[in-house]
């Protein structure tokens, strides 16, 4: 079995095709309209598995009405990948990939956060923030 590729170099190829502005922990993504999401990334390992959680931000949780954050959870379950979550004080959306994903995973996945989270954030808060 050959040496797998380290994620940042596997994201960076993907930054790079996508036209995406790579940081050191999160990725820039331009989306329709000139709307923007910011897509983080933070390492880790698991049962002895490197992972990648990634999460976008929608907005201060703080704002939300503890009936609406319950709704969330009624999203959750409707969600295709990742789910709705506290991070801090933000309403985030959240996945967790292998860091062993290969180039279509992390782009699909990057996206869909990106678009997902978009969505959230304006039809929750009418914002373009994150």
């Known amino acids: 079995m050959g040496e ?3 994620f940042e170099a596997l994201l960076q190829r993907v930054a790079t095709r996508c036209d995406w502005d790579l940081e050191k922990s999160e990725v ?3 989306l329709a ?3 923007r999401q910011v897509v983080g990334f933070q390492p880790f390992e698991f049962e002895g598995r490197s992972r990648v959680r990634l999460f976008t931000t929608i907005g201060d949780a703080s704002h ?3 009936l609406r954050l319950a709704s969330g959870l009624r999203i959750n379950f ?4 990742g789910a709705l979550a506290v991070r801090g004080d933000d309403l985030v959306l959240v996945d967790t990939l292998s860091a062993e994903a290969d180039d279509a995973q992390i782009e699909a996945a990057f996206r869909y956060l990106a678009e997902t989270g978009d969505h959230f954030e304006r039809t929750m808060f009418g914002t373009d923030e994150h």
Do not use: A
Request: glycine share 12%; net charge negative.
């Open 4 to 6: 797998t590729e380290p």
């Open 28 to 30: 820039g993504i331009s």
């Open 33 to 35: 309209e000139g709307r």
């Open 64 to 66: 939300i009405d503890p």
């Open 78 to 81: 409707k969600l295709p990948h």
